[in-house]
């Protein structure tokens, strides 16, 4: 009842910056708290960044101070600002939300972040 797309992906420098986007449809007046996870090559997926209905933010150590979560209620979009991008950040970026209607957590499709040198 909740389907999530993402956009925003792909190729940088290191220290440059990328917006990634997550736009909800369905039953979108049932969100709750949101957030944005990563997974790379042999490594589990991992909480990079949550943000609840309030506004309230949680990041990840690695992220804090460079990326900034945000959600824009009307549009139904979350989204997520990298900036000093870092080689260790690369890895498929995953949108996921918690909703009151079942399987309650929904998951987007991914989106390749490739930080270079």
């Known amino acids: 009842q909740v389907q999530l797309v993402e956009s925003g992906g792909g190729l940088v420098q290191a220290g440059g910056s990328l917006r990634l986007s997550c736009a909800a449809s369905?039953?979108?007046?049932?969100?709750?708290?949101m957030g944005w996870y990563r997974q790379a090559p042999g490594k589990q997926r991992e909480l990079v960044a949550a943000?609840?209905?309030?506004?309230?933010?949680n990041y990840a150590d690695s992220v804090k101070g460079r990326f900034t979560i945000s959600r824009d209620n009307a549009k139904s979009t979350l989204y997520l600002q990298m900036n000093s991008l870092k080689p260790e950040d690369t890895a498929v970026y995953y949108c996921?939300?918690?909703?009151?209607?079942?399987?309650?957590?929904?998951w987007g499709q991914g989106t390749q972040v490739t930080v270079s040198s």
């Open positions: 369905g039953s979108t007046f049932s969100l709750n708290a």
């Open positions: 943000i609840t209905s309030g506004g309230s933010t």
């Open positions: 996921k939300a918690d909703s009151d209607v079942r399987p309650y957590d929904y």
